[in-house]
């Protein structure tokens, strides 16, 4: 694996006492995506899952659609690129990519106004019920699975996981990034989503459920916060979010009937 | 103001217990911002500060250079809609524009690639110095005029101060909205930031050194990490950035000189 973090020289203050030491910082570096020969994206993160990584964005925005859809991908970690040859007439998607929309709450590409219909066509329908105790026990492997966090305290972490365990860890600078390698790690080893649930430990933005339901998952946990546009969205295609998961409580916003005692 | 928080019927669960109640959750809302009646981006954002937001964004992207440049602005904000005339040729900015890079650490549209050189053409010398002291009253007057934070748990804050108080402070869903605010109402104002610190509670990504150079501030400050890119552009331009200003520490990264005992 890559290097995920670097020694920085600091100057460490605390109490008037000032000196200098080394700290880790995370790594940050530009991943340019080709799509058919064409230079789509940069997209900034870690490094360490460029091929899941280019495969989630590319799945999270339309231009793959499945297995088939895939003819390459070569990863060049060193150039910081990743070139997909993918079949179909791209011009569609880059119609509706021209109109981005830039979220605020750590934005991706999302072509917001066209998301609505995409997602109504795949309503959250699945089945899976977690209990509160579940759902406590999977937030705290999350955050023990943190090691990066740890070290540089500058990455989100994300898993996929059943009522029982977390099946795949991911993080990166931004959460949606680890959001989409997930994702990208799902399609490349052939697991399916539809019947877990998706842990983060960043805020559920409209975007973040976004990502979540048409990825297929239907149950959103977090430690943290939603917004309001993510709630209506939720609510919309059946999503249960479940937020502030911390110190023995949680929230539990959308889709409570996926949530047992 | 517009209400910039809503409440919603959630299920709290606590030490086996499961209740109804109501909780406060942050307002999330498309802003489209049009450009020469050319329709350009949409943000999300909370939607409190629409003309401070988009003309913080077109300074920030290089869409609009000085005061002489913004003929007119009409905000919509009912409609969620900015609509800004400006005067000069588009056609390379828009060019800049078709490829973005979109960062994993919070996004907006940044040309990632030209930014060094303009970044380069505006070092960061001011001469402001600024106290270990001074830092930690910053942040702490930054913490309690979080109000919306401690409400919905949902924004980032961000400030633009002096070495002695915060003289504007902002909030909004993404970390990177919050600076444009500051950024567009300094300009809406007629302040210059140049003498100035910024602080914020989020992450200091690339970006974010970015948008600070930019604006012409010499001093970043964060109760959060920054990452290794970040950094490295501090360092190239000269920024002063200083992280996890909490809990009595703090971490000066880069330019160093500025920060006093």
Redesign the interface.
């Known amino acids: 694996m890559e290097n995920r973090?670097?020694k920085?020289k600091?100057?460490?203050?605390?109490?008037?006492e000032?000196w200098e030491e080394e700290?880790a910082?995370?790594?940050?570096?530009?991943l340019t995506i080709y799509v058919n020969d064409q230079?789509l994206?940069?997209?900034?993160?870690i490094g360490d899952a460029n091929r899941e990584l280019a495969v989630g964005f590319l799945l999270s925005e339309g231009f793959l659609k499945n297995r088939d859809g895939l003819v390459s991908i070569r990863v060049d970690d060193a150039a910081g690129e990743v070139h997909v040859q993918i079949s179909g007439d791209l011009s569609s998607v880059e119609k509706l990519w021209g109109?981005?929309?830039?979220?605020?709450?750590?934005?991706?590409?999302a072509t917001?106004?066209h998301v609505l219909d995409s997602l109504q066509a795949r309503p959250a329908t699945s089945g899976v019920a977690v209990s509160?105790s579940q759902i406590h026990a999977l937030m705290g492997e999350l955050n023990r699975m943190s090691e990066l966090y740890r070290e540089?305290?500058?990455v989100h972490n994300c898993a996929l996981g059943n009522t029982e365990r977390i099946l795949i860890f991911r993080d990166?600078?931004?959460r949606?990034?680890a959001v989409d390698k997930i994702r990208g790690a799902c399609f490349l080893e052939d697991i399916p989503p539809e019947d877990k649930v998706l842990l983060t430990t960043g805020?559920i933005?409209?975007?973040m459920t976004v990502k979540t339901a048409k990825m297929g998952v239907s149950v959103l946990i977090s430690r943290?916060?939603?917004?309001?546009?993510?709630?209506d969205l939720a609510g919309r295609v059946g999503l249960t979010v479940v937020g502030?998961v911390r110190g023995?409580?949680?929230?539990?916003?959308t889709g409570?009937e996926r949530?047992t005692?």
Not at 41 to 45: D, G, S, V
Not at 102 to 107: D, E, F, I, L, N
Not at 224 to 231: E, Q, V
Not at 248 to 253: A, C, E, L
Request: charged share 20%; glycine share 14%.
């Open positions: 973090s670097e920085r600091v100057l460490s203050f605390r109490n008037g000032a700290r910082v995370v790594r940050e570096t530009p230079e994206i940069t997209l900034l993160t109109k981005r929309t830039v979220t605020s709450g750590c934005g991706k590409g917001f106004y509160a540089t305290g500058g990166d600078i931004g949606h990034n805020r933005s409209s975007e943290s916060a939603p917004t309001s546009l993510a709630l502030y023995g409580g949680m929230t539990v916003y409570k949530i005692d």
